[in-house]
C-alpha cells in the first residue's frame, strides 16, 4: 500500500479550507442580510449584500416569489401594499404578501373606498381590488403634478385635471361633480375642502357650495379651527365659519432678547430678554407687547434687539431702528448693513 506523504496530507487540508474560505465569503457577499426592515405586521423584508431584496411572510416564515425594487405605500391601515419594479407600479396583498397586479402601471395610489388610481399609456383610470378597470383610462395625468394631486376617492370624490390641468371633482361612476376649476383641491376635512385658485384660498362644503369665496391668502384646517389669512394678517374661526376663536394668530412667536455685554463660560453672550415678543407671518417678522398690541408691523425679514433700548430691524439689505415702543430711530431712515 503506497504511504500518502504528510506534505500531500498538509497541501490537501489547505485546499479544503481555502475551498472553505471562499465558499463562505461568496455567500456572505451575495446571500447575506445586508438591511431588513419590517413592512408591517405580516411582511418582512431582506436586502442582500449585492441589493437583492426579498420578502418573508412572517406567519409562516416562508420567502415569497415577488420581484420587486422597492414598496411605495406602508400604511398601516392599507390592505394592499404598492411596489415598484423596474419603474413600474404593482400591488400586493398586505397581509399575505401574494401579488394582487403586477407591475403595469406607470403610477399608483392607494386603494380608497374600493378604487385605486393608476396611470396606464400616460392616461389615469381607476382599478378595483381584482386588479379590474373600473373606470377606463380617459382621465389627464400631469407628471409634474402628482404630488401636488391627490387621486384618491374621500366621501364618494376623487380630483381630476381637465386639458388646462386645472382640479375638478368625479363620483366614482366617473361623472364630473364639481367641473375643473382650481389649481387645487385639498382633501376633505370635517366634510369640506380647501380650494385654490389664481394662488388664492377659499372653501367649498360636500355639496360643493361656496363657504368662503376665494379671495384669501391661505387657509388651513385643524383641529382647533379655521386658520385664515388675509394681509398679513391671521385668524381662527370655528367651523361654522363665523365664530371667531382667535382674532389674532401668528405663525411664530418668541420673546426679544438682546446681548448684555457679558460672557459666559465658553464666551459666549449672556442675553437678556425684553417685555416684547417677536411674531411672524410668512416668514416676516415684527413685534408685539405682551397684550398683544402690535409695536412693528409684520414686513421685516430679521429682528434683533441691540441694547434694552433699541431693536434692529432687517429688510432687504436695509437695517430700521426702533425704540421699543416702536418709535423709529433717525427719522426712520435706513442704515445700510
Not at 411596489?83 to 400586493?92: H, N, P
Not at 413685534?287 to 430691524?313: F, H, M, Q, R, S
Request: charged letters at 25%; proline letters at 4%; glycine letters at 8%.
Amino acid at each position: 500500500m503506497k504511504k500518502v506523504s504528510f506534505i500531500k496530507v498538509v497541501q490537501v487540508m489547505v485546499l479544503v479550507v481555502l475551498l472553505a474560505i471562499v465558499a463562505f465569503g461568496f455567500y456572505f457577499y451575495f446571500f447575506s442580510t445586508r438591511a431588513y426592515y419590517e413592512l408591517n405586521e405580516f411582511l418582512d423584508v431582506k436586502y442582500t449584500r449585492v441589493g437583492k431584496g426579498y420578502l418573508y411572510h412572517k406567519p409562516t416564515g416562508k420567502k415569497l416569489d415577488l420581484k420587486f425594487d422597492d414598496f411605495i405605500s406602508l400604511r398601516e391601515s392599507d390592505t394592499a401594499i404598492i411596489y415598484a419594479f423596474k419603474g413600474k407600479r404593482g400591488y400586493l396583498n398586505a397581509f399575505t404578501g401574494k401579488q394582487i397586479v403586477g407591475p403595469i402601471y406607470e403610477r399608483a395610489w392607494i386603494f380608497s373606498e374600493g378604487l385605486a388610481g393608476v396611470v396606464k399609456d400616460g392616461k389615469l383610470g381607476f382599478i378595483n381590488g381584482k386588479g379590474e378597470t373600473v373606470l377606463p383610462f380617459k382621465y389627464k395625468f400631469l407628471p409634474q403634478k402628482p404630488k401636488f394631486v391627490d387621486f384618491v376617492f374621500h366621501n364618494g370624490t376623487c380630483v381630476y385635471l381637465d386639458e388646462q390641468n386645472r382640479c375638478g371633482l368625479i363620483n366614482k361612476q366617473g361623472d364630473v361633480v364639481l367641473p375643473a376649476q382650481y389649481e387645487y383641491i385639498h382633501p376633505p376635512f370635517r366634510q369640506f375642502r380647501i380650494v385654490v385658485k389664481d394662488q388664492q384660498y377659499g372653501v367649498i362644503d360636500s355639496a360643493f357650495n361656496t363657504i368662503i369665496p376665494v379671495e384669501y391668502d391661505h387657509i388651513g384646517f385643524s383641529d382647533n379651527g379655521v386658520l385664515m389669512q388675509k394681509n398679513k394678517r391671521l385668524w381662527l374661526l370655528d367651523f361654522d365659519f363665523k365664530t371667531i376663536i382667535n382674532p389674532q394668530v401668528w405663525h411664530n412667536a418668541y420673546a426679544l432678547d438682546y446681548p448684555s455685554g457679558k460672557y459666559d463660560k465658553l464666551h459666549n453672550d449672556i442675553m437678556l430678554k425684553t417685555d416684547l415678543i417677536v411674531v411672524s407671518v410668512d416668514y416676516k417678522r415684527g413685534l408685539i407687547d405682551k397684550t398683544g398690541k402690535v409695536i412693528v408691523e409684520p414686513i421685516y425679514d430679521d429682528i434683533e434687539g441691540l441694547n434694552a433700548n433699541v431693536v434692529a430691524c432687517e429688510l432687504d439689505d436695509n437695517v430700521v431702528l426702533f425704540k421699543l415702543d416702536g418709535t423709529p430711530l433717525i427719522n426712520n431712515n435706513t442704515v445700510k448693513k
